[in-house]
């Protein structure tokens, strides 16, 4: 049975959220999405049902988490009320939620909020691994091409101009310093390769938003959060392994990025990696996260997501 399609999530209408005081530790700036707490499909809602139900249990988190490989060694409870580049987080537990970074944005975005007109991420924390004290940032992906088209031309129109003008100037930068994160080839390397990727082709809407979260992690580090000293980042991008219209790159992505020809059919995780630059693998993991579901230790929740979302 697909468990992405609305006809088996409404089997949870009167139980969407798993631990509904988990918006309770939310700072009260945060605009969530309209569907987190309306519809059985909302990808923010799953979040919120796995990460969030262990926002206060670093163990429970440090075991899911640690399944997808990221070697953490401890989770710091983040410091609530801390002062981030002119931002005050009031977030209570291991978890925030919509994490934008400091106030004005490293990304050349402007306005918005946590939530709202600006890259926010799923889920944040703080951890160390390898002795380092590391960013993590998590994009959760549910029934997205399912619940909803995925957008495909955002780096066209109008808003698309800005969109380049925005993002390019800092690749720009990171080019002249020879910190690209991103594998473009240049103009005389791609004269015998049929498809030539470059930042046009990120326009597909997973691929847009992890350019934006690899953007933000890169620009933040190293960075101070409250008395944390953040050394590294890593990205964890997870997805529903039921939904082949994020895992698997699809024909139709070639609307408006010819430069994912070569990639069509192949697993989307897969093509981000060979798509980063060797320092910016090293700091990508994914995975998919019904799959993981296992490695909760709470058997309550374990059985609540397990039956909900996993096989």
Known sequence: MNKLMIEYQKKYE??????????????PQVKLHEETK????????????????????????CSYLNSFGLEIEEILEFPSQVDCGGLIYNDVGYVVFEWVGPQ???????????????????AFLIV?????????????KFTEGFSRELALG????GQGVERLYRYSSILANFRKKKILPFKFFEEYEAKNIDSHLGL????????????RITLLAETTTPV????????????????????DKINIVQPEY?????????YVGQSFHSVWKTILSDSARSRFFSGHWDKALSAVPNVELRSYLTERYGD
């Open 224 to 243: 101070d959060i409250g008395h944390f000293h953040i050394e590294d980042y890593r990205i964890l991008h997870l997805t529903h392994s039921q939904n």
């Open 200 to 211: 046009y082709d990120m326009s597909p809407d997973h691929f847009y938003q992890l350019l």
């Open 14 to 27: 009167s139980r969407l959220i798993f631990d509904p005081t988990v918006f309770n530790r939310v700072d």
């Open 128 to 140: 160390k691994i390898r002795g380092k004290l590391t960013q993590l940032l998590i994009e959760w």
């Open 254 to 262: 070639l609307k408006f990025s010819p430069g994912l020809k070569q």
């Open 154 to 157: 955002l780096f066209c129109g």
């Open 38 to 61: 309306k519809h059985p499909q909302s990808s923010s809602a799953a979040c919120f049902n796995v990460i969030g139900a262990m926002s206060l249990d670093p163990r429970g988190l």
């Open 104 to 122: 004005k944005s490293p990304i050349n975005e402007s306005g918005g909020g946590r939530g709202f007109n600006r890259t926010s991420v799923d």
